[in-house]
């Protein structure tokens, strides 16, 4: 059987959303260069909005509850404590662990995983996609498709071969990182700012790995087909803080930049991007892994709705309509932070009056929210509705604990199946609507108020953002509406 979505890489982005199209019944195939697991992070933290849509698909108990949790966030090395923020947490988790776990997960499914192969060629038409893969014996075939994602990286084959535009920037710093097993011991994490020479980061993994990561302000780009040593590291260590470090025996080793990039559309046709493929910046903060989850569990169930032959006019379209603003956010704000951190005799007086405002709560809540995607939120519009939009359109549903017939339910267990979720916490005023013309799509979760969701009817996406939500449940049309507009 031809595969119904070919999916190049096999990250964090590409499994997940391979799970999400498994859990929709859609066949999927994930072409992944990469032999076996590399075991390599560059990734370190999941966020609290990446944490959510991992209960609501019931993975996140797979992580455990003994991982670490950051109780921190930084803007420009200006560092925020989330102790005054209740739904803001990072759980400290490298890359590789949280792709071990999705892997897993798409076994499961039944997801046709690939590795030691890599995309060579694309071409699509009408009908579908065609994609020439090199396995690892060097031997080449086809894979034909209704569509194609690519989640295979910055330096994306399928971005480059389908020929999307990547405007932006190239880099003006570069950064060494290293993950080293033999080290002199650390007291905890350490992160710090050089004036205008660059920044420091050490990083215990575990008892017996170190993450070194640097910064150069100013400095020689190295070719970009260099390969990066461990004198490398120990050289750029030293020309910011002055100390030759004693470490040997490396894991791994990268080297990263500031280049800031993001191609002007996620779709051309039969092709998308999600992840880096279609945005990059500069890694501050774990931004780049978490967007690329959330690329993937929106797009996951609508490629599914068009696929099983619901999905309305336009559900496809909304997926860059949805996540291009998000990235391009997440790429000003790094660009932001970094004109923060250098030149420090010109930004020194600025940095002086950001710590100042820092003290104001709010002012800490609106970066921490901007930094870990909390504040990510969508415009819907509904063109024929009488009434106004509700505050909590667009936004993500609470993970309340809802009390039903069935017993005491949160709201991301109602989210498992993948499908939409209409919740009536009416206690039985809402005028109804019948969601079995609906059945598979939506399910109807009955339940009593809760205080965390201020609406007595409200349909939930897949993807845990709230379509539709009104104060009384009584305007059916709208409800139907939204239904229609998301659902078929």
Avoid at 239 to 254: C, D, N, Q
Avoid at 380 to 404: C, K, M, Q, V
């Amino acid at each position: 059987m031809d595969p119904t979505v070919i999916i190049a890489g096999g990250g964090p982005t590409g499994l997940m959303l391979a799970c999400e199209l498994a859990l929709a019944n859609v066949h999927a195939v994930v072409v992944e260069k990469l032999l076996d697991p590399s075991g390599e992070s560059r990734g370190m933290g999941l966020h609290a909005r990446s944490l959510e849509t991992l209960d609501q698909r019931g993975l996140l108990e797979r992580f455990g509850d003994d991982t670490p949790v950051w109780p921190r966030a930084h803007f420009a090395l200006m560092w925020m404590d989330l102790s005054d923020f209740d739904t803001t947490f990072t759980y400290i988790v490298p890359q590789w662990r949280t792709e071990k776990i999705l892997d897993e997960r798409a076994r499961e499914l039944g997801v046709d995983l690939r590795r030691g192969e890599v995309v060579v060629a694309v071409d699509q038409d009408d009908d579908g996609v065609s994609v020439g893969v090199r396995n690892a014996a060097g031997e080449e075939y086809r894979l034909r498709g209704e569509y194609l994602v690519g989640a295979d990286g910055g330096g994306s084959t399928v971005r480059k071969l389908a020929g999307f535009d990547f405007p932006g920037t190239d880099s003006t710093y570069h950064g060494v990182l290293g993950d080293i097993e033999e080290y002199d011991a650390v007291d905890g994490i350490e992160t710090t700012l050089y004036p205008d020479k660059g920044m420091y980061a050490a990083i215990p993994l575990g008892p017996d790995v170190l993450r070194i990561m640097t910064t150069e302000f100013d400095a020689e780009l190295p070719p970009d087909d260099q390969e990066v040593t461990l004198d490398e590291l120990r050289a750029s260590v030293k020309a910011i803080t002055g100390e030759e470090p004693r470490v040997g025996k490396p894991r791994w080793l990268s080297r990263f930049g500031n280049a800031s990039r993001q191609v002007t559309a996620y779709r051309r046709g039969r092709i998308f991007l999600a992840g880096d493929a279609a945005h990059v910046h500069y890694p501050m903060g774990g931004q780049g892994l978490n967007s690329g989850i959330q690329d993937a569990v929106n797009l996951g169930w609508k490629l599914a709705a068009e696929i099983n032959g619901w999905g309305p006019p336009a559900l496809l379209d909304s997926y860059h309509a949805e996540r291009h603003p998000v990235a391009a956010r997440v790429a000003r704000n790094t660009e932001a932070q970094l004109a923060l951190l250098h030149p420090v005799g010109k930004i020194g007086p600025l940095r002086d009056l950001f710590g100042e405002l820092l003290q104001y709560k709010e002012v800490r809540r609106h970066l921490i929210e901007m930094v870990t995607g909390i504040a990510v939120a969508y415009d819907f519009e509904y063109p024929d509705r009488a009434d106004g939009p509700h505050p909590l359109e667009g936004r993500r549903i609470p993970n309340a604990t809802l009390a039903t017939s069935d017993g005491e339910r949160t709201v991301a267990e109602t989210l498992r199946a993948g499908h939409g979720v209409l919740l009536d916490l009416s206690g039985g005023d809402a005028e109804s609507v019948d969601v079995s013309n609906w059945a598979g799509r939506v399910d109807l979760v009955r339940a009593r108020p809760v205080e965390e969701i201020d609406a007595a009817v409200a349909l939930v996406r897949p993807d845990g953002y709230i379509a539709y939500a009104h104060g009384d449940g009584s305007d059916p049309e709208g409800l139907e509406l939204a239904l229609k507009t998301w659902f078929g």
